[in-house]
């Protein structure tokens, strides 16, 4: 075991606070990592509150965890002392299952062993995130950064970048398309500049008009308020697809009808019961679907950081000491940040 250093929350009403813990001994096909950068993402916030109903205690979030490597056991062939790697949302699968066997392991039939607040599959332990000083984990987790992309900026791709590659990878994005992102933060952002890079059309949806400039700053084509009637009228069958990070409760009815016939439909964002229904006439009618998608597996995690360093892309980021992590929270929630928190793990040894 190794002694380390973290912030976790010890009830779903205590604040983050400093941790001392102990990390498992490497096994032989781990990769010892010193976390040099962490991103902060919304479901931190829900789990460490225990808004999903499955939180374990103590409870250390992170699951944009950008390092360096400090040791490799004796199977690991692919990572050495002193690689830059990242390690994004899971940490183990059971690399067996139909779904793991064609590197979904999100999808995992068993289900994966999640970065922080899950059982190890071999000891039990609770697995603990990325707001720490160090981490060890399974080779076949853990992704390499590519050289010359910043770091920092690098961390949020692990989650919110992928998050909003891998649907529109999957569902064939592509030159011609007319996208429209529903949302602008941390996952909606990072689908506009991703979605331009894939050659699309992009239309961002947004319910206040005082975000048009940023939205096209970002990348998009085009704006729409979708509390303007008269747009929304407007943009009727006009999509091809529609990628909705809205993370809470909203309408899908008014954004199904400006789908084209055979339109697509993707939630990334929401994962409570969808409220008010959704009227099956706008799906029967017009051959349209209704579509989730879950971050995406290990290879297309290393697929989208080589996409993005190749097409210059990066997340835009504040950073964060690590003692500041609680407000941080608080202007999650109110939005005030553009776009993701990252937390300089430096900060930790004050």
């Not at 992704?143 to 690098?154: C, F, H, K, Y």
């Not at 961390?155 to 529903?182: E, N, Q, R």
Request: charged share 20%; aromatic share 6%.
């Amino acid at each position: 075991m190794s002694k380390a250093l973290g912030y976790a929350a010890l009830t779903p009403t205590s604040p983050l606070a400093p941790l001392a813990f102990e990390r498992r001994d490497p096994r032989a096909n781990d990769v010892s990592i010193d976390i040099l950068y962490c991103g902060v993402c919304h479901s931190d916030i829900h789990q460490a509150r225990n808004e999903w109903g499955i939180a374990v205690y103590p409870l250390m979030p992170g699951h944009e965890i950008v390092g360096k490597v400090t040791a490799v056991g004796p199977a690991v062939r692919n990572y050495k002392v002193g690689d830059l790697v990242g390690v994004g949302c899971m940490v183990d699968s059971c690399q067996q299952c139909a779904a793991c066997r064609k590197d979904l392991e999100q999808y995992c039939q068993e289900g994966p062993t999640m970065t922080y607040a899950t059982p190890d599959r071999l000891d039990g332990t609770n697995t603990m995130g990325g707001y720490s000083d160090h981490i060890v984990v399974r080779e076949e987790f853990v992704v390499r950064i590519p050289e010359g992309m910043d770091l920092a900026a690098a961390a949020p791709i692990l989650c919110a970048g992928i998050t909003t590659y891998s649907p529109l990878k999957h569902h064939g994005v592509g030159p011609g398309h007319k996208v429209g992102i529903l949302g602008m933060g941390g996952l909606g952002h990072m689908g506009i500049k991703l979605a331009k890079a894939m050659g699309a059309e992009v239309t961002v949806f947004t319910r206040s008009a005082a975000k048009a400039g940023e939205a096209r700053k970002q990348g998009a084509d085009h704006v729409i308020v979708s509390t303007d009637a008269e747009q929304m009228a407007a943009a009727a069958g006009h999509f091809d697809f529609l990628l909705d990070t809205i993370p809470v409760q909203h309408d899908l009815n008014p954004y199904l009808q400006t789908l084209t016939f055979d339109g697509v439909h993707i939630l990334v964002g929401l994962i409570e019961p969808i409220a008010p229904p959704v009227h099956a006439a706008n799906l029967v009618l017009q051959r349209r679907v209704l579509a989730g998608s879950l971050i995406g597996g290990i290879a297309e995690t290393q697929e989208v950081l080589d996409f993005c360093a190749e097409h210059g892309i990066s997340c835009d980021i504040e950073m964060l000491d690590i003692q500041n992590i609680n407000a941080a929270y608080e202007r999650m929630i109110v939005g005030d940040v553009k776009y993701r928190f990252v937390i300089d793990m430096a900060s930790l040894k004050a």
